[in-house]
Every structure is written in structure tokens, then in C-alpha cells.
């Protein structure tokens, strides 16, 4: 063979090869391109309030809220970070108006960071060309500024919705404790994965009809339903007379959860909390230190996951040389409830002692009471606040008027 044979020979090699990098130069780019495009944030605006919650006109939904305005039973399924790390719920249902999408990462050590939702009919989900969702393109979508945000609500008008849709619940979570560490996470539905190369998943639902009205014998089994499963919750005989349709609440130690101290854990045949206080000498007791407790209801055996958050308590606590006074106010939020009668211990022992100098919680113990005409509001002056407290405040409350 001569050498311009060989050359020859060679270059048709070297053509051979060019073409098959070309040719499967496309191939080889898609997967990172589509990830790409599948993160960008689209155009499309996102309906954020100040309260970084979606609702329609301004209006904020919590969980009581949701759960008095759902047509049936509120759907749960695990939210899954880095595919198999179950990282809190994702809770489905609806009113006869909206469609309620609640992330929820209450009692886990993680936090949301953003949210991304789609919601409507399958054929319309966006994919990039490898069948990976293209989670930028989602109508809403937000970003969580505060730090340990454990809980984000989604209410979408139905008005666009056939019966039945599919919903896709993306999120990114931060880990309490490590900061640095992130994950993508996905509602999960084991019967529907995400076609692509991606792990994922999305989620059929179907409307639940709310009915117009009962007729009365049926509203009245309901009521008394209802009624015995709160009578259950409370572990007692309905408090000092008041209605079964009444709710008794406890304040909790959100902040910091290991502080509050779960009746049951000390022989008691009832749910609650005394909330331990610690004093912080690095705290400005003079310009005031500023605690909030959420109030919560039918938080029964403690399990705050399936507990209702009626209000809150803002203990403000001030003074200075061991001696510590407080103020405290009462918010009402669920609007479907009024405040009548609120009960308070506050005291170095765990629980307040009864006429035999054993520990109780009984609230006729308990030494502040107020009883009230149906409020929303109140505010409690110069409450002796030990510099190592505890604390319990019960409130009951009663449909509004």
C-alpha cells in the first residue's frame, strides 16, 4: 500500500469520526439541558401576599380555616426529599370555591426554603423533551424568605377545574440543623410516576361535593359526632358546662418544642402543656422579652399534627434584679370561634398543687381565670412571672355568634 493510499485511508477515518461526534453530540446534551430549562422560572406571576401564603384576593387561609371550610375528609401523603427521605405532608381537599394544597413540615427537622406547585389537567403539565417536568413553568410558585418555615398553603379557584385534575407538589427543604444541606422534594403517589429521567411523582385528585344543607335530624348527628369526638380529645366531661361544640385549647412551646411538657408524660388522664421557661440573662428584660405560644385544640394524646391552630399568645415579660412581670394577650384567629373563658398557671413547679398539696391540672387551680362574654382579644397586666417559669394557659372556646 502506498502512502497516499494510506492518507487517503485515514482521512476517511477522521470524517467517519467527526460525523459520529455530531451526530451524538445532541444525545449526549439533552439530559443537562433539559434539567436546566426544567429549573428556570417562567414568566408567569406567582400569587404571593405578605403572609407568604397563595390566596385568592388577599385572603390568608390556616389550618382550621381550611379544615372547617373542606367538603369531606382532608387527604394526606408523604412529601419525600432526595427520593426516600420523608420530610413532612402534603394535604389535599377542597371547599366548594377552592382547592386547598397545604405543605406541611411541623414536627420534622426540616424547613421549606421554596414551593412549586402545578395543578390542572395532565395533558397540559409542562415537560422538557426528555419528559422531565419543567418545575420553572409551574403557575405558582414561591420563595420562603423565613427561616424554619414549617408550614405554606396553596387556595386555588376551582372555577377553571374539571372534576378531576393532577397535581404536582415540589418543594426544597433546608435540614434544621445543617444549614448547608438541601433537598428537592416531591408529593408522593405511588401509582403515578414522573415519566422522565427525573424521580418524582404527581397526584390524582377529584373534587369532593359539598352538600348544600342537610336536613335537620342529619345536622344534628353530625353535631353530636362531632361533639363526642371532642369530648374524646379533652379526655374530661365537657369543661365547666359549656357546650359540647366548644373547644378546649392549650398554648405550646413552639419555639422550642422540648419545653413543653405533655400532660399525658406525667400520669395525667389528659392533653395539654406546661411550657418551662427558662430565664436568659442575655435577654433585654427591660425593653421586654417577647415569647409567642400558638393556642391549639383537639391536639389529642399531644399530637399536634392533626391539631387545630385557633390563636396564639403573646407573653411579653419585662423587669430586671430577679424581678419579672408580665403582659400577655390572647388572640383568637379562627374567626368560627369565640374566646369564654381562659385559664391561666404560671409558677416555679410544673404543674400547680390542688387542696391535698398534690400536683394537678385541674383548671380550677390554676391561679388566673377569666371568664368571658365571647371575644376575640384578651389582654392580661402585671402577671409575677418567676425568672424560671412554667406555664400553662387553657382556653375555651365557643362558635361565634
Request: with cysteine.
Given at each position: ?5 494510506i ?5 476517511k477515518?477522521?470524517?467517519l469520526?467527526?460525523g459520529l ?12 439541558e ?8 417562567s ?7 405578605t403572609e ?5 384576593e ?5 389550618k ?9 375528609e382532608?387527604?394526606?401523603?408523604p ?5 426516600d ?6 394535604h389535599?381537599s ?5 382547592v386547598?394544597?397545604t405543605y406541611?413540615l411541623?414536627n420534622?427537622s426540616?424547613?421549606?426554603?421554596e414551593?412549586h406547585l402545578y ?6 403539565i ?8 419543567k418545575?420553572?413553568?409551574?403557575p405558582y410558585?414561591?420563595?420562603q424568605?423565613d ?5 405554606f ?11 378531576c385534575?393532577v397535581?404536582?407538589?415540589h418543594?426544597v ?5 445543617e ?11 405511588s ?24 336536613e335537620?335530624?342529619d345536622?344534628?348527628d ?7 369526638n ?15 361544640d366548644?373547644?378546649e ?12 411538657h ?5 400520669g395525667?388522664?389528659?392533653?395539654g402543656?406546661s ?7 442575655l435577654?433585654?428584660?427591660v425593653?421586654?422579652?417577647v ?10 394524646q399531644?399530637?399536634i ?14 423587669g430586671?434584679d430577679g424581678?419579672f ?11 368560627t370561634?369565640?374566646?369564654q ?5 404560671v409558677g416555679?413547679?410544673?404543674?400547680p398543687?390542688?387542696n391535698?398539696m398534690n ?6 387551680f ?11 382579644r ?22 361565634a355568634n
Amino acid at each position: 500500500m502506498t502512502k497516499y493510499t494510506i492518507r487517503i485511508a485515514m482521512k476517511k477515518n477522521l470524517v467517519l469520526v467527526l460525523g459520529l461526534v455530531f451526530l451524538l453530540y445532541p444525545i449526549a446534551s439533552c439530559d443537562p439541558e433539559d434539567e436546566l430549562n426544567s429549573l428556570k422560572i417562567s414568566e408567569s406571576p406567582a400569587i404571593i401576599n405578605t403572609e407568604n401564603r397563595i390566596a385568592p384576593e388577599g385572603q390568608v387561609y390556616d389550618k382550621a380555616q381550611i379544615d372547617a371550610a373542606s367538603c369531606d375528609e382532608i387527604e394526606s401523603t408523604p412529601l419525600y426529599g432526595g427520593k426516600d427521605i420523608e420530610v413532612g405532608l402534603v394535604h389535599l381537599s377542597n371547599s366548594d370555591e377552592f382547592v386547598f394544597i397545604t405543605y406541611d413540615l411541623t414536627n420534622t427537622s426540616w424547613s421549606l426554603q421554596e414551593t412549586h406547585l402545578y395543578i390542572g389537567p395532565e395533558q397540559d403539565i409542562p415537560y422538557t423533551k426528555a419528559g422531565n417536568p419543567k418545575i420553572g413553568n409551574f403557575p405558582y410558585h414561591a420563595q420562603q424568605d423565613d427561616t424554619n418555615k414549617k408550614e405554606f398553603s396553596y387556595a386555588i379557584p376551582i372555577g377553571e377545574f374539571e372534576d378531576c385534575m393532577v397535581i404536582i407538589a415540589h418543594a426544597v427543604v433546608q435540614k434544621d440543623d445543617e444549614p448547608e444541606r438541601e433537598e428537592t422534594a416531591f408529593a408522593f403517589d405511588s401509582n403515578n410516576e414522573l415519566p422522565g429521567s427525573r424521580w418524582g411523582w404527581y397526584m390524582d385528585y377529584c373534587l369532593h361535593e359539598c352538600e348544600d344543607g342537610a336536613e335537620n335530624g342529619d345536622e344534628e348527628d353530625h353535631n353530636d359526632q362531632d361533639s363526642a369526638n371532642n369530648q374524646e380529645n379533652t379526655g374530661n366531661e365537657p369543661a365547666n358546662g359549656f357546650d359540647l361544640d366548644c373547644l378546649e385549647s392549650y398554648a405550646f412551646h413552639f419555639a422550642d418544642k422540648k419545653d413543653a411538657h405533655c400532660f399525658l408524660s406525667s400520669g395525667f388522664d389528659q392533653w395539654g402543656w406546661s411550657n418551662q421557661v427558662f430565664y436568659n440573662p442575655l435577654m433585654n428584660y427591660v425593653t421586654g422579652y417577647v415569647l409567642n405560644f400558638p393556642l391549639l385544640a383537639s391536639a389529642y394524646q399531644c399530637d399536634i399534627r392533626n391539631s387545630l391552630e385557633v390563636g396564639y399568645i403573646t407573653v411579653r415579660i419585662t423587669g430586671g434584679d430577679g424581678r419579672f412581670t408580665a403582659e400577655l394577650d390572647v388572640h383568637v384567629t379562627d374567626q368560627t370561634y369565640d374566646l369564654q373563658a381562659f385559664d391561666m398557671y404560671v409558677g416555679t413547679e410544673k404543674y400547680p398543687l390542688d387542696n391535698s398539696m398534690n400536683q394537678t391540672v385541674l383548671p380550677e387551680f390554676y391561679n388566673y381565670h377569666e371568664s368571658l362574654n365571647g371575644t376575640r382579644r384578651l389582654t392580661l397586666h402585671n402577671i409575677t412571672w418567676p425568672s424560671n417559669a412554667y406555664f400553662i394557659a387553657r382556653g375555651i372556646l365557643c362558635p361565634a355568634n
